[in-house]
């Protein structure tokens, strides 16, 4: 299987280099000093599941690569559309444009760029940074993924990448209702994401203290009941599930949204808790602890330029 992966950052490093290690034909689009380091000393991966390097096709120019069967995008969400509107040099008439990118609205984007018909929706659960040029941090979490086309069907493009994270040995899932999947994830990173990156602090400490475990709850909460507004019904569990996930993960662990504020990078916010925000006004909804984390970090959202 010929697959491109267009970010690569954390998520898209380390799957995209399970899958290079497993024998997929990966060929990765990056930038700046990360691509010139995944040229020179190839793509490293500093894992709590184990280390591993191996030497990468790497570019920043998707025509460079030509078509794929598979395309994995893992850009931040604030460059979707950036994103979208280099895919046409990866796509064949029957690539499938999988994205594993934060929030709930990615999908839409990218079909309006490219096609409905060509999207797969898809979550993943891992801790992963790029911790300096050309070398990727795994820092936790299960690093599954869980995904599927957008009408629910079980395609054959669909069932080969499945069996290529098989391969590369990434627990994954494939689901005919993706959309209440992203929406169950969406409620746990914006607790997780908002909690740590508002505070500035790892997640054991916010579990240390019982007003900000109060809050990640409420959090956790609120995007259930958005998403219930929005037409998708999630397990009577959630809250539960995503309080009792957090409290099993490591103590110094943190969120994409820590890392990107704590080094001044340009946030997430509004694909996470903006967009909960803004979507709740439509429905009436009160989401008071989302709108705090929203203007807590709304002043950082562009980083330090």
């Avoid at 591993?52 to 570019?59: C, D, R, Y």
């Avoid at 599954?144 to 009408?151: A, H, Q």
């Avoid at 995503?242 to 694909?271: I, M, N, W």
Wanted: proline share 4%; glycine share 12%.
């Amino acid at each position: 299987m010929r697959i491109g992966v267009v970010g690569t950052g954390g998520l898209g490093g380390y799957f995209g280099g399970r899958l290079a290690r497993a024998g997929a034909d990966v060929h990765f689009v990056a930038r700046g000093a990360h691509l010139a380091a995944l040229r020179s000393d190839g793509l490293r991966v500093r894992s709590v599941r184990g280390d591993f390097e191996l030497p990468v096709n790497a570019t920043d120019d998707p025509a460079e690569i030509g078509a794929c069967d598979v395309v994995l995008v893992c850009v931040k969400s604030f460059d979707t559309e950036a994103a979208a509107a280099s895919l046409p040099p990866l796509l064949h008439d029957r690539t499938g444009v999988l994205t594993l990118q934060n929030g709930v609205d990615n999908e839409e984007k990218l079909a309006a760029a490219i096609g409905e018909e060509r999207v797969l929706g898809g979550a993943a659960y891992i801790l992963a940074s790029i911790s300096e040029p050309g070398v990727i941090r795994d820092a936790g979490g299960p690093a599954s993924i869980i995904f599927g086309e957008l009408d629910g069907s079980r395609s054959e493009r669909a069932e080969r990448l499945l069996g290529w994270f098989d391969r590369a040995e990434i627990p994954a899932r494939l689901e005919s209702d993706i959309r209440a999947h992203l929406w169950d994830k969406f409620a746990f990173i914006c607790a997780l994401a908002g909690m740590t990156a508002g505070s500035r602090r790892p997640i054991g400490d916010i579990r240390a203290r019982p007003e900000s475990w109060a809050m990640f709850r409420r959090v956790v909460e609120e995007v259930v009941a958005l998403a219930e507004a929005e037409g998708v019904h999630l397990a009577d569990d959630t809250v539960d599930r995503h309080c009792g996930f957090a409290e099993q993960l490591e103590p110094g662990g943190t969120s994409s949204l820590y890392h990107d504020v704590v080094h001044g990078k340009r946030l997430e916010l509004e694909a996470l808790h903006g967009f909960v925000v803004r979507r709740a006004r439509r429905h009436s909804l009160a989401v008071p602890a989302c709108e705090a984390v929203y203007a807590l970090l709304e002043p950082s959202a562009e980083g330090d330029g």
